[in-house]
């Protein structure tokens, strides 16, 4: 909210908050966030929460793929893997690797489909 102009838009994507009782402090534990509403009152912010519209850049990616305009696997850095190296990837990911993992359990998607 400090770094946002008076009358800006603040987005919060991607963000699920429901309770995680692993989570290192109560409000985490409980769904909780810690905002400054009074500042985002006196700065006229609109705040947006939600799924991101997915749907309407559906078509304008699928088409930009489809032409190579895109390698989307290059884009979101995918690494193949094989169904033994899954249980790995699934800590890898969760330490917060910058991969997206497809799995491979049988070794059936040629290198040069995922070649960047």
Do not use: C
Not at 68 to 83: C, E, F, G, M, S
Request: charge should be positive; glycine fraction near 10%; proline fraction near 4%.
């Amino acid at each position: 909210m400090e770094a946002t102009r008076a009358a800006g838009s603040i987005g919060i994507p991607g963000l699920y908050v429901t309770e995680d009782p692993g989570a290192t402090d109560s409000d985490a534990q409980t769904g909780n966030l810690i905002l400054r509403f009074g500042l985002g009152w006196a700065k006229s912010h609109a705040f947006f929460t939600g799924q991101a519209p997915v749907m309407k850049y559906n078509r304008g990616l699928m088409m930009a793929i489809l032409y190579d305009r895109i390698q989307i696997a290059k884009a979101v850095n995918v690494q193949v893997i094989t169904l033994d190296e899954a249980p790995q990837a699934y800590k890898d990911f969760d330490k917060g690797a910058a991969k997206k993992f497809v799995i491979d359990p049988h070794r059936s998607i040629s290198k040069a489909a995922y070649a960047g």
